[in-house]
């Protein structure tokens, strides 16, 4: 059955934070200000890179109204930061590496003020050579962006002989892919509200999507204890991984501290795109082959990352994309090469799909052109070599296993999309002659969780408050995903509370546990998982309570709207309100736990995969060369729907970023320089664009003595769309795309009148 | 010694409009930009920033009932107008039409995008109260959103219109 509000029935609910957005009430963290705040500035590279002769603050330092300017001197800790690898400088010593790389900060009493102050700070630079293409920094005579050299990371995988698998092989497709350096495009850019306390600690009121991580690399730049910070890190206005690694922090806290009084930044929508992250451009280069029958013997993989200029998580980034080349498919052997390179260009890191959009948009290429050289229906030659039930996943490891892959196969085939491209075959066109359309379609396996090797802690906290509120609390964030309504609405569906008795509580380090991250869709299964756990202790604590405050027997009460009430009847015995007060300390249950892993020992390999099918229906006008998206279906099993409305935003959501993917988006550079500043000519897709059909079919079925409930959602509907796209157009103009977005001088062709005009005359 | 530009800019004109039906007087820089003056010297934080370019719409109000992006608006352009922002649009705590849609079909995810969003609609559908879907994406077409797909958003307008609608072609016929 299609997800929609309909199909939902009353599991269609109004989200709790919903009543704040649509008035505009929220308040956002950058929407907070305090009496007497200063306003940050930060001065950033002008050169993509050059060596730092001298920098000089007299002159702003002197600015009436200008209580701080900041360079590396004034950084009391490490001044570096990085999830992984701590290597971005917080302000640059001596060199800079992009034109993002901070060299100075400022707090003055107005923004303008501050803006002029920048202006103020004299910094000699001597540009460097730029290493704009990672293939050429790749060699010996490159200019190197570290001591080290400009390799980041590099992830091999091998299994088989695929020498011998290619000797082997009837049919055998290379290709190179290439993907843009799309832009996370957050409607919110970064920035916050840093608080000195007059306790000694510091308030931080910025976004991300893990507070616990600010905290500690705020910790690690400050050089003060953990526990001397509070990170308040929701709500926030749209992340997609953005906002995962710090971008004002580091200067916020310090100007901060250095002033003695709150300051605030916010980011321009220029800073933002010149200092914030990208996803990685890569070139995927893929050799693939079959048998006669159609059978994958070999397949090889060469992926070249743009890391850009530091770690952030690059490395994790390039390990997923390599298990993701692999997919969802048998290969008689297989053998990746990948690396991933530190470049001049911007920051790349992580985002929505992980290195999966690029991984996937190519092996689905390969799909398609394989099948179209074997003559077999691209639909049904996937279905041959697709893994079967009791198969290990992508890098050999064991996975939790599903029929996801098959479910989400059949549904497509199934779906009305899909019949009416069998229908269209035989039916005689109606319009110009320079409209054509074409159907495509992908399959996708899409792991979640960090993966083996990473820290990737999960938990929750219940307590009956002194107030009567069943608090839940969760070191998790809302950054438009719907995690509190999806949270509400299990306590409601899982143990029978009513929203109003509810208090949920998350980003804010000094109120949650830590949960682990909001990321790698990892947070609905988490908090599914802990409250799995936590429901008998909780459910016992407070039934316990219960029977000794009415004196009844346990086994007569049961969890209910409003309070606990009568097993039988129903009836309400006594309030949560009323139980709070006979408890002489809050009712507590806690859970700690981590997001499960695959035996192996191979970094990043997942355990937890969710699988998507993607139909799509476009128009190509081959007079403009523009590519229309007119109808999708995304059959997506991923376990049972948590949050109907957040499961469909998702798919909705993550197709729209794709649709950009696929067709508009790209921050292009030239010589390490930004040549887009804003969304004039950064363009995401607008309403015109994504007005066509859609429907989501979620597979909820999941094999019996399954533990691992709800598979993550928040990625999977960014990934499939673009390949799907490639195949359509490819239906349509009988043109193979091998680079994002599409670029419509490809699918240009003469129009046949102009022949004629050009005959007639 | 601060820059003359800057100074220039501190001279400032006393902005008197009508602000969510509230007569405002306020001391700012003629030049100032309408969204700041609501954000910094109002706290209407309703009104979002996002590109200052006027090309994503968070920062929509309506000046006389017009959708504008309060980013490109200036100070001195708005003496003596009548300006709406997403506080304004409904008396205190109810939620309009529009509003109300957008919370029951999910219109929305992040938020920061909505209430530019909701401004503009609410603008389409008086103007326009059975709007068209090439009308509805022109109208839109100034608003971005990168959380929904616009999913949401569109099928919260058609059922706002559809409500709307509905109450108009009654009006029309008891007229």
Redesign the interface.
Known sequence: MPLNRTTSGDRWRVRPDGPDKVTGRLPYLTDLSLPGMLHGRVLRSPYPHARIVSIRTEKAKAIPGVCAVLTSADVPGLNRFGIARPDQPVFCEDRVRFIGDAVAAVAAETEALAAYALTQIEVDYEPLPVVDDPESALSPDSVKLFEHGNVLHRSDYGCGDVEAGFAACRHIVEETYSTPRQMHTYMETEGGLFVPEPNGRLTVYAPTQHGFMDRMQLARILNRPEADIRVVSSPIGGSFGGKDELNVQPYGALLALACGRPVKLHNSRWESVRAGLKRHPMKITMKTGTDEHGRLLAHQVRIVSDAGPYSTLSAEVLNFAVEHVIGPYRFGAVKVESVSVFTNNGMSGEFRGFGGNQAIFALEGQMDRLAEKLGIDPWTFRLMNMRQPGDPGPLGQPIAQTDGARQVWEALADCRLWKEKAAAGNRSETRPPWIKTGYGAALVMHGAGLGVGIPDPAGGRLTLAGDGKIEAAFGYEEFGQGLIASLEQMLIEQFGFDAQDLRIVIGDTDAVPDSGSSTASRATSMMWQALKRLHPPFATALRKQASRALGVGMEKLVLGRGGIRDAESGSLLISYGELAKTASEPIVAETKFAYPTSPVDRVGAHYLYTYASVAVKVEVNTLTGRVKLLDQFHAVAAGPVVNPQGYLGQIEGGSGMALGFALTEDAVMDKGMYLTRNLDTYLIPTIAELSGGFEVLPIEELPEGDKHGPRGVGEIGSVGLAPAIAAAVHDAVGKRVNKLPIDPALLLEKPVFLNKAVEWR | ???PK?AS?AETFTLQCVINKRPVSVDVPPAKRLLCIL??DL???????????G??G?CMVLVDGKPVNSCLTMAYQCQGKNIT???G??ADGA?NRV?KC?????G????????GM?VTVTALLNKNPEPS?AE???A??G?????????????SVLKAAEQGGRRHAGRHESA
Do not use: V, W
């Not at chain 2, 706290?43 to 370019?53: A, E």
């Not at chain 2, 957008?102 to 999910?106: A, D, I, N, P």
């Not at chain 2, 929305?108 to 209430?115: S, V």
């Open positions: 010694m601060i820059d800057l800019a954000r910094e706290h209407l934080t309703g009104t979002k920033r996002s590109c200052d370019i090309r994503c968070a922002t997403i506080e649009l409904a939620l509003q957008f919370l029951e079909e999910g929305y995810q992040c938020g920061y995008c909505t209430p909701i879907m509805i994406e022109e839109l077409s608003n971005l959103c990168r959380c929904t797909g616009y999913g949401g958003i569109i099928r």
